[in-house]
C-alpha cells in the first residue's frame, strides 16, 4: 500500500468514526434541549398552578402536597427503572448510596431545592401575582452566579459577568420600586420572599456541583433522593403545614397535582442531566422560559396586569442575566481600559 493510500484509509476511517459519533452527540445535545424547554414550560405554569390552588388550600399545604407528590412519583421511577451507574470495572453500583456523607449533603440539598423556597413561593403569591413571582424567579442565574463564585467558587466571573450581576441587581429593585412603600406592606414582603427562594436555588446549584454533582448517583436516583428527602422533612411538619382545612375542586387537586407530579417529580430528572450537561450557571438559565411562561399564563388565565416598573424591571433583569452568563460581553475597548484602570 503506498504512503497516500495508507494516509487516505486513516482519514476515511477517522471520518466514519466521526460520522458514528455525531449521531449519538446529536441526540444528546438535542435530549438535553427538549429537557431544558420542558423543564421551563412545567416551571414556568408552577405559579399559575400556586395561584389556582391558594383559593383552596393554604400555602403551607402547596409546599407540603407538592413535595409529597413529587417525591412519590420519583420514588415509582426509581423503584420500577432500578438505575444504577456502572462503575470503571464494569459492576453496576447500588440503586441508592451508602455513604453517610452523601445523604448529608442531601438534607441540605432538601432544605434550599424545596422546603424553604416552595414555602416561600407559596407565601408568596397571596401577596403577589403570579406573573411578578415568575419575574422574580428569573433572578435565580444572577443568584447562582454569586453563590457559584463566592462562596464555592466554582466557577469565575470576569468583568462582562460581574456587570450583568450589577444590572440584574438594579433592575430587581426597580421592580420591587422601594419610592412605593412607607412600611413592609404584604406585597413587599412578598416580593422579598420571592428574592429568599431564588437565593435558595442559586445556592443549591452551586452546593450540588461542589458537593454532589461527580458522585457516582443516576439521575433519578439523584432527584428522587433530592426531593425524598424533602419529603420526610416536610412529613416531620406536617401539624405546622398540613392539618388546616381545604375546599378542593377539579382545578385546585389538577394544579397540586401537576405542581407535584410535573414541576416537583419528573421537571427534577430533567434538571439533573441538564445541570450535569451544561453545569450549575447554565441550567440556572432555564428562567429565561419560565418568566415568559409565568407571564402569559397570569396575563391570558387570571388577568393579572402591571405597574409601568415591573416590565422596566424585568428587562433590566434579563440584560443582567444576559450579562452574567456571557452571552452579551462588554467591548474590548472597555474592558482594556477597566484593565488600565
Given at each position: 500500500?503506498?504512503?497516500?493510500?495508507?494516509?487516505?484509509?486513516?482519514?476515511?476511517?477517522?471520518?466514519?468514526?466521526?460520522?458514528?459519533?455525531?449521531?449519538?452527540?446529536?441526540?444528546?445535545?438535542?435530549?438535553?434541549?427538549?429537557?431544558?424547554?420542558?423543564?421551563g414550560?412545567?416551571?414556568?405554569?408552577s405559579?399559575?398552578?400556586?395561584?389556582?390552588?391558594?383559593?383552596?388550600?393554604?400555602?403551607?399545604?402547596?409546599?407540603?402536597?407538592?413535595?409529597?407528590?413529587?417525591?412519590?412519583?420519583?420514588?415509582?421511577?426509581?423503584?420500577?427503572?432500578?438505575?444504577?451507574?456502572?462503575?470503571?470495572?464494569?459492576?453496576?453500583?447500588?440503586?441508592?448510596p451508602?455513604?453517610?456523607?452523601?445523604?448529608?449533603?442531601?438534607?441540605?440539598?432538601?432544605?434550599?431545592?424545596?422546603?424553604i423556597?416552595?414555602l416561600?413561593?407559596a407565601?408568596a403569591e397571596?401577596?403577589?401575582?403570579?406573573?411578578?413571582?415568575?419575574?422574580?424567579?428569573?433572578?435565580?442565574?444572577?443568584?447562582?452566579?454569586?453563590?457559584?463564585?463566592?462562596?464555592?467558587?466554582?466557577?469565575?466571573?470576569g468583568?462582562?459577568?460581574?456587570?450583568?450581576?450589577?444590572?440584574g441587581?438594579?433592575?430587581?429593585?426597580?421592580?420591587?420600586g422601594?419610592?412605593?412603600?412607607?412600611?413592609?406592606?404584604?406585597?413587599?414582603?412578598?416580593?422579598?420572599?420571592?428574592?429568599v427562594a431564588?437565593?435558595?436555588?442559586?445556592?443549591?446549584?452551586?452546593?450540588?456541583?461542589?458537593?454532589?454533582?461527580?458522585?457516582?448517583?443516576?439521575?433519578?436516583?439523584?432527584?428522587?433522593?433530592?426531593?425524598?428527602?424533602?419529603?420526610?422533612?416536610m412529613?416531620?411538619?406536617?401539624?405546622?403545614?398540613?392539618l388546616?382545612?381545604?375546599?378542593?375542586?377539579?382545578a385546585?387537586?389538577?394544579?397540586?397535582?401537576?405542581l407535584?407530579?410535573?414541576?416537583?417529580?419528573?421537571?427534577?430528572?430533567?434538571?439533573?442531566?441538564?445541570?450535569?450537561?451544561?453545569?450549575p450557571?447554565?441550567s440556572?438559565?432555564?428562567?429565561?422560559?419560565?418568566?415568559?411562561?409565568?407571564?402569559?399564563?397570569?396575563?391570558v388565565?387570571?388577568?393579572?396586569?402591571?405597574s409601568?416598573?415591573?416590565?422596566?424591571?424585568a428587562v433590566?433583569?434579563?440584560?443582567?442575566?444576559?450579562?452574567?452568563?456571557?452571552?452579551?460581553?462588554?467591548?474590548?475597548?472597555?474592558?482594556?481600559?477597566?484593565?488600565?484602570?
Amino acid at each position: 500500500m503506498s504512503t497516500r493510500t495508507a494516509q487516505q484509509a486513516v482519514v476515511e476511517a477517522s471520518l466514519r468514526q466521526a460520522q458514528d459519533g455525531a449521531e449519538p452527540m446529536r441526540s444528546g445535545r438535542l435530549s438535553t434541549w427538549v429537557q431544558f424547554l420542558a423543564m421551563g414550560l412545567v416551571w414556568g405554569a408552577s405559579f399559575l398552578f400556586m395561584k389556582v390552588a391558594l383559593d383552596g388550600v393554604s400555602f403551607g399545604q402547596i409546599a407540603w402536597s407538592r413535595t409529597v407528590l413529587g417525591a412519590l412519583a420519583l420514588g415509582v421511577i426509581v423503584l420500577v427503572t432500578r438505575p444504577r451507574v456502572t462503575a470503571a470495572d464494569g459492576t453496576p453500583g447500588p440503586v441508592l448510596p451508602r455513604d453517610r456523607a452523601v445523604w448529608l449533603h442531601f438534607l441540605v440539598v432538601s432544605l434550599t431545592t424545596c422546603v424553604i423556597p416552595y414555602l416561600c413561593f407559596a407565601w408568596a403569591e397571596q401577596y403577589v401575582s403570579s406573573s411578578l413571582a415568575s419575574i422574580y424567579n428569573a433572578t435565580t442565574p444572577i443568584m447562582t452566579a454569586l453563590i457559584v463564585t463566592a462562596v464555592f467558587r466554582v466557577e469565575r466571573l470576569g468583568l462582562s459577568r460581574w456587570a450583568g450581576v450589577g444590572v440584574g441587581i438594579v433592575g430587581v429593585l426597580v421592580i420591587i420600586g422601594p419610592w412605593q412603600y412607607q412600611a413592609l406592606t404584604g406585597s413587599l414582603a412578598g416580593q422579598l420572599a420571592c428574592l429568599v427562594a431564588t437565593l435558595c436555588y442559586g445556592f443549591t446549584f452551586g452546593y450540588q456541583r461542589r458537593f454532589l454533582s461527580q458522585r457516582p448517583i443516576a439521575p433519578a436516583t439523584f432527584a428522587f433522593l433530592s426531593i425524598g428527602v424533602s419529603a420526610v422533612v416536610m412529613l416531620a411538619l406536617t401539624p405546622w403545614l398540613a392539618l388546616t382545612p381545604v375546599d378542593l375542586d377539579w382545578a385546585i387537586v389538577g394544579s397540586l397535582l401537576a405542581l407535584g407530579v410535573l414541576g416537583t417529580g419528573l421537571a427534577y430528572i430533567w434538571l439533573i442531566n441538564v445541570l450535569r450537561a451544561w453545569g450549575p450557571t447554565g441550567s440556572s438559565t432555564v428562567t429565561y422560559v419560565t418568566p415568559v411562561v409565568g407571564v402569559a399564563l397570569g396575563v391570558v388565565l387570571l388577568g393579572e396586569t402591571f405597574s409601568w416598573h415591573e416590565p422596566i424591571g424585568a428587562v433590566l433583569v434579563l440584560l443582567g442575566i444576559l450579562l452574567t452568563q456571557g452571552r452579551l460581553r462588554l467591548s474590548r475597548r472597555r474592558r482594556a481600559e477597566a484593565s488600565v484602570a
